[in-house]
């Protein structure tokens, strides 16, 4: 398969992500972040172990609940607390800062050399997306801007372990043993600080369905199967989609306005996407394939 068609398959999973605030907003309970969390990750998880058929060993268990910690019970727990105590825009304009936490720690961490393209893209996309999202009532709460600003660290981390940590097996077993770790960890969390779920509705139902089949088990396997075969540095800006897919749904689907800044903010997006995943050089390409 191709590196264009890689890139492709990976860029569904942020377009994906897209729909979370709109389907949390507009179909879920409020109030039950960590529960939205864990029924997103475990059932998705399970499923796809259940696929697999594939356990892991014992010697990889206290790394699966890193990374389960990192890039679903933090970042989703974050992420839910976020979107109901921010406006969407404000939320996806702090988590922007990812890509540049992303490139910084896959410096250290893989030995990938830090690019002026990569840095141009990443600050770019943050610029981007600021236009697009940020309007002028936009409601910075304090819990809801450190949660935005944890998950985006919380993700970044994620990514860059993900490449560093990969075991010898398909991207489909390692991302069912990241959800299901991930899951696992909400569990407890979600049962002793939130109270039970009200009785469900058919678009509740719908809402879960879409956000643990599609928003997990799918993009997350089309994400981490990303970091493996392009490495996180290649991959980490084609997130600024997220907000994007969002702020275009919502004027779909919502009838929303969209400035002519918005506009500008949008080709300013996809202007750092196409910086981004342009292919890199020689050494970026062998130092981003280190493993350990």
Known sequence: ??????????????????STYIVTTGLLPAGYPLTDAALRALPA????????RQW???RWLGRLLILGALNFALFWGALFVAAYR?????????????????????RFMLQVPLSQRGILAALTGLGGVGLLVLGPGADFDPVGMGAALLGAVSMAAGVV????????VSALTFTSWQLTAGGILLLPFALLAEPALPAL????????????????????????????????AAVTGLGFLSPLTAVLLGWQLRQETLSAAQWAGACVVLLSVWLGTRPATGAQRGAGLSRS
Do not use: C, N
Request: glycine share 12%; hydrophobic share 60%; charged share 10%.
């Open 86 to 106: 921010l406006p969407g825009g404000v939320a996806a304009t702090l988590g922007a800062v990812q890509p540049l936490i992303v490139l910084v720690l896959a």
């Open 1 to 18: 398969m191709s590196a264009k068609t890689d890139m492709l398959l990976t860029a569904l999973a942020p377009v994906i992500w897209g």
């Open 56 to 58: 892991p060993p014992r």
């Open 201 to 232: 509705g058919a678009g509740a139902i719908a809402g879960f369905l879409w956000l643990s089949l599609a928003g997990a088990a799918l993009s997350y396997f089309f994400w981490f199967r990303g970091i493996e075969r392009l490495g996180p």
């Open 161 to 168: 372990l993900t490449r560093k940590w990969h075991p010898d």
């Open 45 to 52: 998880g399970l499923l796809l172990m259940a696929l697999t």
